[in-house]
């Protein structure tokens, strides 16, 4: 059974129960109407009986009209109690008939009494009168001590009756009381059977899932949606486990990959270390070498030897610029200096004063905005503007150049750009500039080795942040990079 059902089961039950009970109580409650109604209707009948002796008396003993009247009120009231049949429909009839048969012998012998009280003294003589009227009381007297006693008979009745329907509703109530209690433990039994306890299962499962047990199995036994979700959720814990697995071999071969990738960068950086630095003092030689050959035989052979000599000078010289970016590079990670609070301000005044020469050449204009203090290198910080800033000079356009540096806070980060006026970069370019030894233009339009912008590039990466480029051909270029803005930064 699903528990669904059951819960609908469990519901129809209580539903039933508690319109049972309310039948039970709604007839109990009728049952003591009608009872109190029946010892209400008795008193009267008591108390009317009891009033027409009396006044029946007072009337034989002194001929008292009033009291006649009084006796015929009275007599009207129960005679309209004993004609009502709800009154008593739940009392003996027995008693009921004996009250009724009792008063109408009563009622029936009225006419007689009240003609001899009405009667004069003359048509009787006194002694005939006097015995007339001692038996007509005596046999009065007589008939109403038996609608007295019947009627007490009848009060008695009534109230046994009513005792009796009292027991029984508080019997009735009581045991409803004992089945409403019963079924409410079954029905927190059957949900707490059915639902609550397979939940707290699955909710132990799941934190036993998320502790990493990936070998917790659910116990259910149950064909209904919790053990259909208790063998679902086994399932799925298989298929996590898997996939745990499955990840978990992944992540131990990428990080032996890293590991193995690591080493080997290490490697690469410390053989370009080592391999420019040992070049450095043989090609030294060379170019010095190259320099007194040129120096001495210089105009004393033919041109084409002046021209080799002079092509044999410039190779040296950009193989040693070659070797010292290199070199450079591979410091970045190795020989970098330690992160501290960097003014941006001192920084671009460094900058400035080291393309001093550059700026008043060209009659570039720098400007810039105030800028942050960082947590950074300062000798890397000081490569990269310096850099950013010399490119943007010698990549200018016929205007005047002019180069704008600014900052700004970005969540966690501080974003500097670089802007000029230049000449601009195509997009299908602008990822490769950022490569190693890549140039977009030949030697013989613009100098240099390639290595900047891979220098800039790495320096920032270093530092956690990331660098990249808006420019169109012709209408300039923007270099954004950014700097964490950790605790302290302003």
């Known amino acids: 059974m699903t528990v669904e059902r059951k819960l609908q089961v469990a519901a129809g039950v209580l539903i039933v129960s508690l319109v049972t009970m309310g039948s039970i109580l709604f007839w109990n409650s009728h049952q003591i109407r009608s009872g109190m109604t029946a010892i209400e209707s008795s008193a009267q009948v008591v108390k009317a009986s009891f009033k027409l002796r009396v006044l029946m008396d007072e009337y034989l003993d002194n001929?008292?009209?009033?009291?006649?009247?009084?006796?015929?009120?009275?007599?009207?009231?129960?005679?309209?109690?004993?004609?009502?049949?709800?009154?008593?429909?739940?009392?003996?009839?027995?008693?009921?008939?004996?009250?009724?048969?009792?008063?109408?012998?009563?009622?029936?012998?009225?006419?007689?009494?009240?003609?001899?009280?009405?009667?004069?003294?003359?048509?009787?003589?006194?002694?005939?009168?006097?015995?007339?009227?001692?038996?007509?009381?005596?046999?009065?007297?007589?008939?109403?001590e038996e609608l007295v006693n019947a009627a007490g008979e009848l009060d008695k009745a009534c109230q046994l009756e009513m005792?009796?329907?009292?027991?029984?509703?508080?019997?009735?109530?009581?045991?409803?009381?004992?089945?409403?209690?019963?079924?409410?433990?079954?029905?927190?039994?059957?949900?707490?059977?059915?639902?609550?306890?397979?939940?707290?299962?699955?909710?132990?499962?799941?934190?036993?899932?998320?502790?990493?047990?990936?070998?917790?199995?659910?116990?259910?036994?149950?064909?209904?949606?919790?053990?259909?979700?208790?063998?679902?959720?086994?399932?799925?814990?298989?298929?996590?486990?898997?996939?745990?697995?499955?990840?978990?071999?992944?992540?131990?071969?990428?990080?032996?990959?890293?590991?193995d990738l690591m080493r080997s960068n290490k490697d690469l950086e410390q053989f370009a270390y080592v391999a420019s630095h040992?070049?450095?003092?043989?090609?030294?030689?060379?170019?010095?070498?190259m320099h007194l050959f040129e120096k001495k035989y210089k105009a004393k052979l033919d041109a084409e030897a002046d021209q080799l000599i002079r092509y044999a000078v410039e190779s040296a010289i950009r193989m040693r610029t070659?070797?010292?970016?290199?070199?450079?590079?591979?410091?970045?990670?190795?020989?970098?200096?330690?992160?501290?609070?960097?003014?941006?301000?001192?920084?671009?005044?460094?900058?400035?004063?080291?393309?001093?020469?550059?700026?008043?050449?060209?009659?570039?204009?720098?400007?810039?905005?105030?800028?942050p203090t960082v947590t950074a290198d300062y000798t890397q910080m000081l490569q990269v503007f310096q850099n950013l800033i010399a490119n943007a000079i010698k990549f200018r356009s016929k205007e005047l150049p002019h180069v704008h540096v600014s900052a700004a806070r970005d969540g966690g980060n501080w974003v500097f750009s670089i802007k000029d006026n230049g000449i601009g970069i195509d997009t299908r370019h602008q990822e490769r500039i950022f490569v190693i030894f890549q140039r977009l233009h030949g030697k013989s339009q613009y100098d240099g080795t390639g290595m900047g912008l891979a220098i800039v590039k790495k320096i920032v990466e270093r530092h956690g942040g990331m660098i990249w480029l808006e420019s169109e051909p012709d209408a300039g270029a923007t270099f954004y990079f950014t700097i964490p803005a950790k605790e302290g930064n302003t």
């Open 63 to 144: 001929g008292d009209k009033r009291s006649l009247r009084q006796w015929v009120a009275y007599d009207r009231r129960l005679d309209k109690v004993l004609a009502d049949e709800k009154a008593f429909a739940h009392v003996d009839r027995t008693l009921v008939e004996d009250v009724t048969k009792t008063y109408r012998s009563v009622k029936s012998l009225f006419p007689q009494v009240a003609q001899v009280g009405a009667a004069g003294q003359g048509e009787y003589d006194s002694q005939d009168r006097k015995i007339l009227k001692t038996t007509l009381h005596d046999m009065m007297s007589l008939r109403l």
């Open 322 to 371: 070659l070797i010292s970016d290199l070199l450079a590079y591979s410091r970045i990670s190795t020989r970098g200096g330690a992160f501290q609070p960097t003014s941006g301000e001192e920084v671009m005044d460094q900058t400035l004063t080291h393309l001093r020469e550059s700026i008043e050449e060209t009659g570039a204009v720098v400007t810039h905005d105030p800028l």
């Open 163 to 259: 005792l009796t329907k009292q027991k029984l509703a508080e019997r009735a109530i009581v045991t409803m009381a004992v089945a409403m209690v019963v079924i409410l433990l079954a029905n927190f039994y059957l949900i707490r059977r059915s639902v609550v306890l397979p939940l707290r299962a699955l909710v132990k499962g799941a934190d036993a899932i998320g502790a990493g047990r990936f070998d917790y199995v659910m116990e259910s036994t149950c064909d209904d949606e919790v053990g259909k979700l208790a063998r679902s959720f086994n399932a799925m814990i298989g298929r996590l486990k898997q996939s745990y697995d499955s990840l978990r071999d992944e992540i131990r071969t990428r990080q032996r990959t890293q590991e």
């Open 278 to 289: 040992d070049l450095q003092e043989p090609l030294r030689n060379v170019a010095s070498c």
